[in-house]
């Protein structure tokens, strides 16, 4: 069996991240999505266990305690984490985490390979605009999301692939691109190799044609 693969999805909010992230889940069924635990109230038709565990403060103050996050961060006041229990037993999984976990992921995993991708707005005056448009949020949040997402986009430079979504299906395109490739990595595909060898030797022996 072939080695998992964490992919690390960032962007700026109002990227078109989580459209993106859902169209590769129905398509690619080797895919599983870490549900990340967050201390963020649920938005309107956001359901528990599904978009987010949405656990207490003290809920998640003691799961740091107990060491059951591979990663967590303060994003926008509220905390939001990957439990290690998401990411265990799943071949490929999907992170949909910010720039701060992504950096904590790439410094501690050493069993996994880590594949990093930031999606980013055609440019920041349309993402003002998807922003502004999107409106879930009251002004001072709106306003606090700009910010944030100027600084984000700065981080992008550290990802291992970036990604503009200018047009849906192209940005959907070369996601399924960057994962079909990784995939096809030599240290990925060890397994099948070594399982080849194996074949040819006892062939080797039984025939001593090769
Ligand atoms: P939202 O509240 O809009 O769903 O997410 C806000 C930000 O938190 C997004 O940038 C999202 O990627 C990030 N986020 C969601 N889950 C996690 C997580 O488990 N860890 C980290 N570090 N960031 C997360």
Redesign the pocket.
């Known amino acids: 069996m072939q080695p998992p693969i964490l992919y690390i999805i ?2 700026a ?1 109002g990227t078109g ?1 989580t459209s993106l992230i859902q169209a590769l889940l129905r398509e690619d069924p080797r895919l599983t999505f ?1 549900i ?3 201390t ?1 109230k649920p938005r309107d038709g956001e359901k528990d266990g599904v978009d ?1 565990h949405f656990v207490s403060i003290k809920q998640f103050e003691q799961m740091i305690q107990e060491e059951a996050f591979l ?3 303060n ?2 006041g ?1 905390y ?3 439990s290690k229990q998401q990411v265990e037993n799943h071949r490929d999984v999907i ?4 720039w ?2 992504a950096d904590r992921i790439r410094r501690s995993e050493q069993n996994r390979s880590v594949v990093s991708v930031f999606i980013l707005p055609p440019s920041f005056t349309e993402l003002k605009k998807r922003i502004t448009t999107r409106n879930k949020d009251h002004p001072e949040v709106i306003q606090k999301r700009l910010e944030t997402a100027a600084f ?1 986009i700065r981080q992008a430079n550290y990802y291992d692939y970036l990604i503009i979504n200018d047009h849906f299906d192209m940005a959907l395109q070369e996601l399924r691109s960057i994962i079909q490739a990784e995939r096809c990595k030599t240290k990925i595909q060890l397994p099948v190799w070594s399982k080849l060898m194996g074949e040819l030797t006892r062939e080797k022996e039984s025939h001593e044609i090769l």
Not at 95 to 98: A, C, H, K, V, W
């Open positions: 960032s962007a909010s991240k870490s990340s635990h967050t963020r987010y990663e967590y961060a994003v926008f509220n939001y984490g990957t992170l949909e985490i910010d701060q976990g984000e």
